[in-house]
């Protein structure tokens, strides 16, 4: 990293052994400072904003999204823009949370339903 004048966050490394689908032990890998990594199995990990470990935690990521999405929809509603411009508001700034998600998360009808009967109350 000191040939390419970059710091790398090596405090977020770490490795996870699977093999055919199982989590296997590993002693984890050691870093050059001297730092030993070693995965939680219990810990997910962020990929583009997703969380992952052997799959996708749907239930974490739906309920991060549906606690941001209702964040953003209550600041909007908060700030009194007129009737068209928290229309557009709501379109540019807190669906794209949603649609963000959208193919990788496996989303009901139901659930989006639910969303809409809480943020009508």
């Not at 996708?56 to 009737?83: D, M, P, Q």
Request: aromatic share 8%; hydrophobic share 35%.
């Amino acid at each position: 990293s000191t040939d390419i004048s970059m710091q790398f966050a090596m405090e977020k490394c770490a490795t996870v052994s699977i093999k055919r689908g199982k989590f296997t032990v590993c002693d984890g890998i050691e870093m050059a400072n001297g730092q030993l990594t070693k995965y939680n199995r219990n810990e997910a990990y962020k990929y583009l904003g997703i969380l992952q470990l052997d799959n996708i935690k749907h239930g974490e990521v739906k309920t991060i999204v549906r606690r941001e999405y209702t964040n953003r929809v209550r600041k909007i509603l908060k700030s009194k823009l007129n009737g068209g411009n928290t229309i557009k508001a709501m379109n540019t700034w807190a669906i794209p949370v949603i649609r963000y998600t959208a193919g990788i998360v496996n989303w009901t009808q139901s659930d989006l339903d639910i969303w809409t009967k809480k943020l009508e109350n």
